[in-house]
């Protein structure tokens, strides 16, 4: 039977009190984790570990948690961010959503309800099912893109100026680090962890079809 231990969490907050009793409640529950300081190490950890959870809290000094998540965005998108906050007014909660957090939770944590979303986010997010590997590369974020917008190999090697056997190298990384092996679940997996609809940014002023085309050609920035 698989264990929880398979699944690993990060956990960052710059009080060391409040990082021994998290993890020791989530080791409880059978977790794997990890604790951080500072954005600086967990965003090491991040390319250097698998992560199924980032639990983050909002306010820090060095970084706050809403910067943290837009980098997360970039370095490993398909990563589950949960947000805690002592300051929790809905505009900050608005704006954490807004920047990615899947759920934002206020302190003082109840061990109960912690534990309760933890569980509902790991239910709900599908990308935890995966060992998503590391994070892709910004040639593989282009071409992903690319893809998603429907273009061939043939086509995004003459945009990018590769070869079509690069573009193809570069599409089965993809596929790899995103747990899919086929075109269909590669649109699930990338619709499901909002990939798409983070980069669908509109512009309401420009309707004509160039500014479309540039629109649908926004690379994973």
Request: proline share 5%; charged share 30%; net charge neutral.
């Amino acid at each position: 039977m698989a264990s929880k231990a398979e699944k690993h969490i990060f956990f960052l907050d710059d009080e060391p009190t409040i990082r021994q009793v998290v993890k020791e409640t989530l080791e409880e529950s059978n977790f794997k984790v990890s604790c951080f300081g500072n954005p600086i190490e967990c965003l090491a950890g991040l390319r250097s570990k698998k992560c199924d959870l980032l639990i983050t809290d909002l306010k820090m000094p060095e970084k706050d948690g809403i910067e943290l998540l837009i980098d997360v965005q970039h370095l490993a998108p398909w990563i589950p961010v949960l947000m805690i906050t002592g300051y929790g007014d809905i505009p900050t909660a608005v704006k954490a959503m807004k920047a990615g957090a899947v759920d934002f939770i206020e302190k003082p944590l109840e061990k109960k309800s912690f534990m309760r979303k933890i569980k509902s986010i790991f239910k709900k997010n599908v990308s935890t099912c995966f060992d998503l590997g590391t994070a892709m590369t910004h040639a593989e974020k282009k071409i992903l893109q690319l893809v998603i917008d429907g273009k061939s190999n043939k086509e995004i090697s003459l945009m990018l100026h590769r070869s079509a056997r690069t573009i193809e190298v570069h599409r089965a990384h993809i596929m790899h680090k995103l747990g899919v092996n086929n075109l269909v679940d590669l649109v699930k997996r990338v619709t499901n962890m909002g990939l798409i609809e983070l980069e669908q940014k509109p512009e309401q002023d420009e309707t004509g079809p160039d500014s479309e085309r540039d629109e649908q050609a926004i690379p994973f920035e």
